[in-house]
């Protein structure tokens, strides 16, 4: 009788704590099973108002507008005020803000886990996706450590001996991609649009997707990056474990380093549609999350475009008839097309206050926007090293 009542007694003890642990892990909060993080420069209130207009005139709206969470972040790094892009990207990949031209490593040299590296080690699929090159710093904090940034043969090699990534995709030149030994045997490598289309996507082997630059908006050879984020997404949503993609943009810098407002209005423009897409294809239980990382040349659109303009008309002289476009620093845009004579601008002249060979970081916080769950934390003003908290918590 009493063997029995401790049996009773010890099978009602395991049913009591199977179901305790059951509510307890089902009551938790439950993370999102995508995690997608958008990285680009210039993201800030007065490029992305200059964007809606360039888009659309003054009554569109760009789809990170759509965002229902949003917050200034502060990015200095630990020895200026002004971050480079070492830095800053680091505080976004990393967790820790480091001195500029360093990557992946803290003031005092001690290695940093990315966040695709934290990723992958809880069991998530990982991809990275780049408008550049692998071997460029904003790349590459996402897996590379060095106390110079700019040795990008190191950095290229650190790609190469890294865990593979489930998906790569860079668009950059034959000298700044990696060679093919220098990627994991396992490694699928495709070259052009039609190769990347041609590996299945049930295929769970590392796919490096090495595109050359797009020679125009209608390259067959190069997707769009709204393209490369659907197909990782379709790539990444087999792993029942979720996954983790980071889409980083260098182009935006690079067309504002060249004062060319044009070309960086129709790369955040582009952007912008990747996060659309994003969106569409992530599902429901997705974060997603982008963020500005630098400040560069000191964009700013001047006088009163009328509601409906849009395209060139925002760009050219306005109807006052001094430019619309004008930079801190950098070379000026058309600023030879005038009439020299009568020291009249040309109609898309964008001057340079201070004229150098390329436009330099200004200083100011840059915006960062969320939608999903985790989202909420992104309100009001906070540093890049809480982005990388808030990514890191929902991984």
Same mark, same amino acid.
């Given at each position: 009788?009493?063997?029995?009542?401790?049996?009773?007694?010890?099978?009602?003890?395991?049913?009591?704590?199977?179901?305790?642990?059951?509510?307890?892990?089902?009551?938790?909060?439950?993370?999102?099973?995508?995690?997608?993080?958008?990285?680009?420069?210039?993201?800030?209130?007065?490029?992305?108002?200059?964007?809606?207009?360039?888009?659309?005139?003054?009554?569109?709206?760009?789809?990170?507008?759509?965002?229902?969470?949003?917050?200034?972040?502060?990015?200095?790094?630990?020895?200026?005020?002004?971050?480079?892009?070492?830095?800053?990207?680091?505080?976004?990949?990393?967790?820790?803000?480091?001195?500029?031209?360093?990557?992946?490593?803290?003031?005092?040299?001690?290695?940093?886990?990315?966040?695709?590296?934290?990723?992958?080690?809880?069991?998530?699929?990982?991809?990275?996706?780049?408008?550049?090159?692998?071997?460029?710093?904003?790349?590459?904090?996402?897996?590379?450590?060095?106390?110079?940034?700019?040795?990008?043969?190191?950095?290229?090699?650190?790609?190469?001996?890294?865990?593979?990534?489930?998906?790569?995709?860079?668009?950059?030149?034959?000298?700044?991609?990696?060679?093919?030994?220098?990627?994991?045997?396992?490694?699928?490598?495709?070259?052009?649009?039609?190769?990347?289309?041609?590996?299945?996507?049930?295929?769970?082997?590392?796919?490096?997707?090495?595109?050359?630059?797009?020679?125009?908006?209608?390259?067959?050879?190069?997707?769009?990056?709204?393209?490369?984020?659907?197909?990782?997404?379709?790539?990444?949503?087999?792993?029942?474990?979720?996954?983790?993609?980071?889409?980083?943009?260098?182009?935006?810098?690079?067309?504002?380093? !060249?004062?060319?407002?044009?070309?960086?209005?129709?790369?955040?423009?582009?952007?912008?549609?990747?996060? !659309?897409?994003?969106?569409?294809?992530?599902?429901?239980?997705?974060?997603?999350?982008?963020?500005?990382?630098?400040?560069?040349?000191?964009?700013?659109?001047?006088?009163?475009?009328?509601?409906?303009?849009?395209?060139?008309?925002?760009?050219?002289?306005?109807?006052?008839?001094?430019?619309?476009?004008?930079?801190?620093?950098?070379?000026?845009?058309?600023?030879?097309?005038?009439?020299?004579?009568?020291?009249?601008?040309?109609?898309?002249?964008?001057?340079?206050?201070?004229?150098?060979?390329?436009?330099?970081?200004?200083?100011?916080?840059?915006?960062?926007?969320?939608?999903?769950?985790?989202?909420?934390?992104?309100?009001?003003?906070?540093?890049?090293?809480?982005?990388?908290?808030?990514?890191?918590?929902?991984?």
């Amino acid at each position: 009788m009493k063997l029995r009542n401790r049996l009773i007694a010890l099978v009602c003890l395991i049913l009591f704590l199977s179901l305790g642990g059951l509510i307890f892990a089902t009551s938790g909060p439950k993370k999102p099973f995508a995690v997608i993080l958008f990285v680009a420069d210039n993201i800030n209130p007065a490029a992305l108002a200059a964007a809606r207009l360039y888009s659309g005139g003054g009554e569109s709206r760009l789809q990170i507008e759509e965002f229902p969470n949003a917050a200034l972040c502060r990015n200095s790094s630990s020895d200026f005020s002004v971050p480079d892009t070492a830095s800053a990207s680091t505080q976004i990949a990393c967790g820790k803000k480091t001195p500029n031209g360093k990557l992946g490593i803290d003031s005092g040299g001690a290695t940093l886990p990315s966040l695709l590296e934290v990723a992958s080690l809880r069991g998530r699929s990982t991809a990275l996706i780049t408008t550049g090159g692998l071997s460029a710093p904003g790349a590459a904090a996402f897996f590379a450590k060095s106390a110079d940034a700019a040795n990008r043969a190191d950095l290229l090699a650190q790609f190469g001996l890294h865990a593979p990534l489930d998906f790569v995709a860079a668009t950059s030149s034959a000298e700044d991609s990696p060679k093919a030994d220098q990627l994991p045997k396992e490694t699928l490598v495709a070259r052009t649009a039609a190769e990347l289309d041609a590996v299945p996507l049930w295929k769970r082997t590392p796919v490096a997707a090495l595109l050359p630059p797009a020679k125009s908006a209608r390259d067959a050879d190069s997707p769009s990056l709204a393209e490369l984020v659907r197909t990782a997404i379709r790539r990444l949503q087999f792993n029942g474990k979720g996954y983790l993609l980071v889409v980083e943009d260098p182009s935006v810098a690079s067309a504002a380093s !060249a004062n060319n407002a044009e070309q960086m209005l129709g790369r955040i423009e582009e952007f912008d549609k990747a996060v !659309a897409t994003a969106r569409r294809y992530a599902g429901e239980n997705s974060l997603i999350v982008v963020t500005g990382r630098e400040n560069i040349a000191g964009f700013q659109l001047n006088g009163r475009p009328f509601l409906r303009d849009k395209g060139v008309a925002v760009l050219a002289l306005n109807n006052l008839g001094y430019p619309s476009i004008c930079w801190a620093t950098g070379p000026g845009y058309a600023v030879e097309s005038g009439d020299k004579k009568k020291g009249a601008p040309g109609i898309l002249a964008q001057p340079s206050a201070f004229p150098l060979a390329a436009g330099v970081p200004t200083s100011g916080d840059v915006l960062t926007a969320g939608y999903g769950p985790g989202s909420a934390e992104i309100h009001g003003f906070l540093d890049l090293t809480d982005i990388h908290r808030i990514l890191s918590d929902s991984l």
